[in-house]
């Protein structure tokens, strides 16, 4: 595939041996000897669309499809236009092919020069192993003061084992990714401890790994057994695990910095307060009638809103629609978290609202409603109604 690449290639065009004893303490069973192949990514090395099909990626068919894929595959060759991007995927959403490539470059993870593109993804994967070795010590982790790190560590530990993505629950029952995981949320929680772990943070981490997986591997959900029939991940995951868990992490580390850009943050996570506050205001312009009907039945902002803050929708929305939102987010860079979400709050509570306002409804109903709506059976084309929406919201109550 010309002017494209596969991040996390087969082969290798320079290495670097890393300490076999730090890649032991990331818990993986390597062969002695392994070199970090997986740090490097040369231009010369773009296995192309075929490769991506073989590995039973969810690929374009239809002929729309293929030419939203053509379209983007233009747009990446030589030195992209990340602007330019950005508007083709608010205009015709991501192909999965390129999704990882795609996310990387929005969040200003990966450069657009090409040339330089191999030499920041080793320096960044490389870096992170350095974190890693600072941090943890074969299954010890350590500290400078060694003040409340088993509490964070089990903190963390805890919330790893409740990560379940929808459709993904055998992938996220894989002990590697459980360590992954773990160390991707204690690393970022020591590196950012004005802040430290928030529950909700691992909801943050999950559509990043699971797209970076599925850039590599292809298929892995639980939908007609992809995980199960997927040996190409089986044979391969501890090979290139390292690399897109050094991904993931510097990517979570951009998006909240920027989230930090626009919204702010105290001990324990996002002052989501203020977000609910903006919310309930932004509802208030557009829809009245339905607020003084949720205030009438005992219904406050914070008892439903919090977790659409904190995790930014994705324990209410299935995990292929929640990364069609997050194509929309990453795309509209700083306000695409801080802002636009808000405006999709809004519609996602329009759209629950003749559940709401029925007559007869109580408390109870409305909480029922509004903690488990029926979003999470949501089609693709229910997802682009919620997006238009939004914008249409955006426009007329900026």
Excluded at 226 to 242: C, D, M, R
Excluded at 294 to 320: A, N, Q
Excluded at 370 to 390: F, G, K, T, V
Aim: include cysteine; glycine fraction near 6%.
């Amino acid at each position: 595939m010309e002017g494209s690449m596969l991040l996390y290639p087969e082969g290798n065009s320079e290495t670097w041996t890393a300490p076999q004893e730090l890649l032991n303490t990331m818990l993986f069973s390597v062969a002695p000897g392994l070199s970090e192949d997986w740090l490097v990514m040369g231009e010369e090395e773009k296995p192309g669309i075929s490769t991506l099909q073989s590995t039973n990626l969810h690929s374009s068919e239809t002929k729309e499809e293929k030419e939203v894929l053509n379209q983007f595959i233009s747009l990446l060759e030589g030195f992209p236009d990340v602007g330019q991007i950005a508007n083709r995927v608010l205009t015709t959403g991501v192909p999965n092919e390129l999704r990882a490539e795609i996310w990387q470059l929005l969040l200003g993870y990966l450069p657009s020069n090409r040339q330089s593109r191999s030499h920041v993804l080793k320096f960044q994967r490389r870096s992170y192993l350095r974190l890693v070795e600072r941090y943890y010590s074969g299954l010890n982790v350590v500290d400078d003061d060694g003040s409340e790190i088993s509490n964070l560590l089990h903190i963390v530990k805890v919330d790893v084992e409740r990560t379940h993505p929808n459709n993904y629950l055998n992938l996220f029952h894989h002990q590697a990714i459980k360590d992954a995981l773990n160390r991707i949320l204690f690393i970022w929680s020591k590196e950012n401890a004005h802040i430290s772990y928030f529950q909700g943070l691992n909801d943050l981490v999950t559509p990043f790994l699971i797209v970076f997986l599925v850039s590599r591997f292809g298929g892995l959900t639980d939908f007609n057994n992809e995980y199960i029939q997927n040996s190409h991940f089986k044979a391969h995951l501890k090979t290139y695990l390292p690399s897109i868990e050094a991904d993931t992490y510097w990517c979570l580390t951009k998006m909240m910095n920027d989230l930090q850009n626009t919204i702010t943050f105290t001990e324990g996570g996002i002052h989501a307060e203020e977000m609910m506050t903006k919310f309930k205001d932004l509802m208030t312009r557009i829809n009245p009638k339905l607020v003084a009907h949720l205030e009438g039945v005992g219904i406050d902002f914070i008892m439903f809103s919090f977790r659409w803050m904190l995790c930014f929708l994705s324990r209410e929305l299935s995990t292929k629609n929640l990364i069609i939102l997050w194509d929309n987010y990453i795309s509209q860079g700083t306000n695409g978290f801080a802002t636009f979400h808000l405006y999709v709050c809004a519609a996602f509570l329009q759209e629950l609202s003749p559940l709401l306002v029925k007559e007869g409804t109580d408390l109870a109903d409305c909480m029922y409603f509004l903690q488990h709506p029926p979003s999470m059976l949501w089609e693709a084309s229910n997802m682009d109604a919620l997006i238009n929406e939004a914008r249409r919201l955006w426009a007329l109550y900026p």
